[in-house]
């Protein structure tokens, strides 16, 4: 089994920065992507940006190219999401996802595993 555990979330104002991470353990699993989702109050859970393990490179949803960067460490430990200048419409609960097969990154019916979440909040 593999466990996933996000961290980083908090309030912060608007046009602040944050960096999230996801931190990978349990059983030996080497991802074919790991990626980062999120849910808004009231609404469905959407995908952020994601980065395919062995090659390292990463994907955005183009929305919000600019202004998040996903990244991973080389120990393969550790995965995460930088945001910045934050808007209100940035408040979810971001999840940190993995995918032990090939999927399209941004469907999350392909990932296996999933973490808890940490809530971002963005005031005005």
């Known amino acids: 089994q593999v466990q996933l555990v996000e961290t980083g979330g908090g309030l912060v104002q608007a046009g602040g920065s944050l960096r999230l991470s996801c931190a990978a353990s349990g059983h030996p699993f080497t991802p074919y992507a790991f990626g980062w989702f999120r849910q808004p109050p009231g609404k469905e859970r959407q995908f952020v940006a994601a980065v395919w393990w062995n090659i390292g490179k990463s994907y955005v949803q183009d929305s919000l190219r600019g202004r998040f960067t996903i990244s991973r460490d080389n120990a393969g430990n550790t995965i995460s999401l930088e945001i910045n200048n934050l808007t209100p419409e940035d408040t979810a609960v971001y999840y940190c996802?993995?995918?032990?097969?090939?999927?399209?990154?941004?469907?999350?019916?392909?990932?296996?595993?999933w973490g808890q979440g940490t809530q971002v909040t963005v005031s005005s």
């Open positions: 996802a993995a995918a032990s097969q090939l999927t399209l990154l941004p469907n999350r019916r392909g990932y296996d595993f």
